[in-house]
């Protein structure tokens, strides 16, 4: 019996091989497995930031009695007084989120801050100036800016305004309102794509998705624009 029981043994060499196996194996399985769990979070707050916008739309135009596809939009330039239409738009929105800080002094307020400025921005391919819209600027250019309780940061764009090639953008794709929603504000990945995401309010009155209908930018070698059109098409972040 003792005989069997010594050859059943594991011999420290054995034991040393086994736990080296199983170190690669963890090594090459965790970054995988810790990056599925993240995203997993990002699509929950992207889901959330969605529900918040749609449910707070429905309630701003509750409070103006108008649907938002004949709300009457401020057509500005430099951000100033000429704006008051659109500030009527944002105070509505103020109203009903729980906003803890505010850049809405200026449409770039929020883009020249020393705490925006601090981030490092980048698209979904790994490139590391990440900007909005056809535009050259940062990526809250031409957006007010709401940093709310839970820690998401929404910039909001118009189309109306004359100032620059984002706001073209969007009036070409019959776009009013344009929402940038980075999910955990400040802290990373500050990717678009992964916890930055854009939602439309078009001229019919519905808050979409950015871009449901094309999502070919949302690739490893895109940039990401079209990200939460492709998640909500497919229910996941898979790329």
């Known amino acids: 019996m003792a005989g069997q029981a010594a050859r059943l043994a594991f011999t420290l060499a054995e034991v040393l091989i086994t736990l080296g196996i199983i170190g690669v194996v963890a090594a090459i399985t965790m970054p995988s497995l810790i990056t ?28 103006m009695g108008i649907e938002p596809k004949y709300w009457v939009y401020s057509d500005h330039n430099d951000g100033d007084e000429n704006d008051s239409l659109n500030r009527n738009i944002l105070d509505a929105y ?29 698209y979904l391919n790994g490139g590391s100036k990440a900007v909005s819209f056809y535009s050259g600027n940062g990526l809250f250019h031409c957006t007010y800016v709401f940093k709310l309780a839970d820690g998401t940061t929404m910039g909001l764009a118009f189309s109306n305004n004359k100032r ?4 073209w953008g969007l009036i070409s794709k019959k776009i009013r309102v344009a929402f940038i929603v980075d999910v955990n504000g400040p802290a990373k990945p500050n990717q678009i794509g992964r916890d930055i995401f854009w939602f439309a309010l078009y001229n019919d009155g ?3 998705p950015y871009d449901i209908n094309d999502t070919s930018d949302c690739t490893k070698n895109g940039k990401g624009y079209s990200c939460a059109g492709k998640i909500f098409n497919e229910g996941k972040m898979n790329y």
């Open 36 to 63: 599925n769990i993240q995203n997993k979070g990002y699509v929950e707050k992207l889901k959330k930031s969605y529900s918040l916008i749609s449910q707070t739309t429905n309630l701003v135009s509750e409070d």
């Open 164 to 167: 620059g090639g984002v706001l």
């Open 94 to 122: 103020k109203k009903h989120l729980q906003v803890v800080k505010e850049y809405t002094n200026n449409y770039n307020e929020y883009d020249y801050s020393k705490e925006n400025r601090a981030l490092s921005y980048r």
């Open 206 to 208: 519905k808050i979409v």
